[in-house]
C-alpha cells in the first residue's frame, strides 16, 4: 500500500493524511513530502532520496531498491524500462524538491492522484484517498461515459472527478508546483522480415525463463486446456514436481461449459496434476457485493465472476496461481484481429453496402449510428466487433436528460484513437495490438489482478514478462495470424511440447450463461436496482429495459450485456455508499 501527501508551500505534516493512516502503518515526513507504508513495502530513505517500492519483481534481492534509486540517480527515468515485473514506485528528490510516481508498463498495479492547491495526494487504492475530508466522492461523468462504452473506465481518468490515474509507460513529476508528465518506455515494433524458426524459438525460450522464474514453493494453475494454459502447463511439468502442482478447471452449472472439465482434466491427467473442478453456480452474480467491497471501480468484463469464484476456491490450497492470460493481445488470437484482418483486406475493393454488411457481422455488437460516426476512424476497425457497447442511439430513454446530453457530447473514441495514433508501426495489425497493450489490456488484466488481490492469491501471468512482450514485438504480423489460424507462431513454437489436439485445437471463448443468471436472481437484481440512487439515469426506464431482456426467449449478447454493466455499476455504488 501507498500513500502520499506533496504539499506545495510548507513541510508536510501528519495531519495532511487525515484518514490515509491506521495504526499498522508507518508514517515518514521528510520535508514537504510525507508517505504511509505498510510493513511489506521495500523503503530506502538516504541522504539525498526517500524511495517506495511496492512490486512483484521475479529477479528480486533485498538490495534491489538500494540498485533502483542508484541507477535512478545516474540515469532517471531511464532506469524503470529495465525492470521487468509489476511496480509502483515514489522516489523524493529532497535535493531538488521533485517526486517522480510510476508504475510498470502494463499497468498492473496503480498509483491514484488527487492535485489540490494545498498539495498532491496519491496512492495505490482509490478508497485511501476518499478516505481524507479533502477528497470529494463525486462521480466523473466522462468516466462514467466510457465505463458504459468500455465495460471499465480507461486510463487516465477514474469514476471520481478530480482523481486520476497514473498512465502506464510514463513517469508523474510534481516539482516547484507544476505537475506533468515524461514517458520512459514505449512498445516498438520491428516490421523487417524474421526467421520463423528462430522467432519460434524465442518465443518457447523466452516464455520458459518467464515462467520458471515465477516458479517458487507450491503452486496451481488456472487450466481450460486450451493453447495457452497448457503451454504454461507444461513448463510447470518439465521444470518441477507435477506432485505438487494444483490445476484448477471451472465450468458453469448445468450448461455445456461443463466440455471445458473434459478438456481441462484431460490434460491435467497427462500431466500428472491433482486438478480440481470448481462448478460457477446460477446465482454466483450475487457474490457481486463481496467483489465491490474490494474494487474501487466497476468491471463488466463478465469473466470477473468467474475469476472471484476460481480465486475463493483455490486458495483454500494454494497461494499461487498460473494463467495463460494475456496471450491472446501479445500473438493475436483475439476474434477481433481475425475479423479486423478479413476487413483490412476487403476494404478498399468493395463498396459502402458491402462495408456495413462486413462491420454488422455476427459478434459485432455496434448499432449503424454508432459505426456511422466512427467507420473512417481506423482505431475502430477492430475495438468494434464486440467491445463497444453503449452510444447514443441506445442510451437514450435510460438516462436522465442532463446527463445523456452530457454523453453525447464527449468523446467516446478518445481513449482508443489517442494511443493508437501514436504507434509508430506501419502494420494494421501492430497497430491494434499496440492500442490493446495500453488499453484492452487493463480489462483483461484488472478481471483478474483484483479478485487475486482480494483473496491473498499470488498471480503469476509468464505472458505479461517484458522478456516475452519484448520478442513478441518482433515477430511479424504474418506469423500471429493467417487465413486458416491464429497464434500461429505460439503454435509452432510448442510443437512436440504439448499435446497435438491441444495445439491444433481452435480457441473457444466462454460464454457466460447471462440469462441462467438473470432468471436465478431476478428478484436479487432489482433489490440492488431499487437500493440504488440512480442520479444519472432513469430508473424506471432501466427498471422496464431489464426485465424485457430478461424475460426474452432469443438469447442477445449486447442486451445481456447493458445489464451486467448496469448491474456493476449499481453494485458498485452501492459498495461505496455514494
Known sequence: MIAVFLSKNRRARESDMEGMISKHNNIIIEGKLGIVTEGHDTVLNNDRFLALLDSDLYENDNTFLERLVSSFEANGKECLKLINGSFAFVIWDKKDERLHMAIDKLGIKDIFYHNTDTGLFAASRIRTLLRSPNISKAIDTEALSQYLCYQFVPKPLTMFKGIRKVPATECLIMSNGRLFFEKYYDFIFSDTQEDENECAKGVRDSLEEATK???????????????DSTIIASILRDNGSSSRIHSFTGGFEGVDSYESFDFGTKVADEMGFENNEIVIKDDAIQTLPQLYSFMDEPMADSAIIQSHIMFSEARKKVKTIFSGEFSDIIFAGMQNYAISRVERGFWNIINESQREDIM????????????????????????????????????????????????????LAKPIESVYTRCKSNVGLNKEIYTDLYLASQRRLYHMTEPAKMHGIRLMLPFTDSRVIEHSLRIPANMKINSTSQKCILRKAFNGRIPEYVR?????????????????????????????????????????????????KTMNYEKNMYVWIFLNFVVWKNAMGI
Open 504 to 552: 491444433r485445437r481452435r480457441k473457444e471463448g466462454f460464454t457466460m450463461p447471462f440469462s441462467k443468471w438473470y432468471n436465478s436472481s431476478y428478484d436479487w437484481i432489482f433489490e440492488q436496482l431499487e437500493r440504488t440512487d440512480m442520479v444519472f439515469f432513469d430508473k424506471s426506464g432501466i427498471e422496464d429495459r431489464v426485465k424485457k431482456i430478461v424475460h426474452s
Open 213 to 227: 522464474s515465477r516458479m517458487k514453493g507450491k503452486q496451481g494453475i488456472l487450466l481450460s486446456g486450451g493453447l
Open 360 to 411: 454488422n457481422t455476427p459478434g459485432t455488437y455496434v448499432t449503424s449510428e454508432f459505426i456511422n460516426n466512427v467507420k473512417k476512424r481506423a482505431p475502430f476497425r477492430h475495438y468494434k466487433h464486440g467491445e463497444i457497447f453503449f452510444n447514443n442511439g441506445n442510451l437514450e430513454g435510460l438516462a436522465n436528460p442532463y446527463f445523456y446530453e452530457q454523453f453525447k457530447s464527449f468523446d
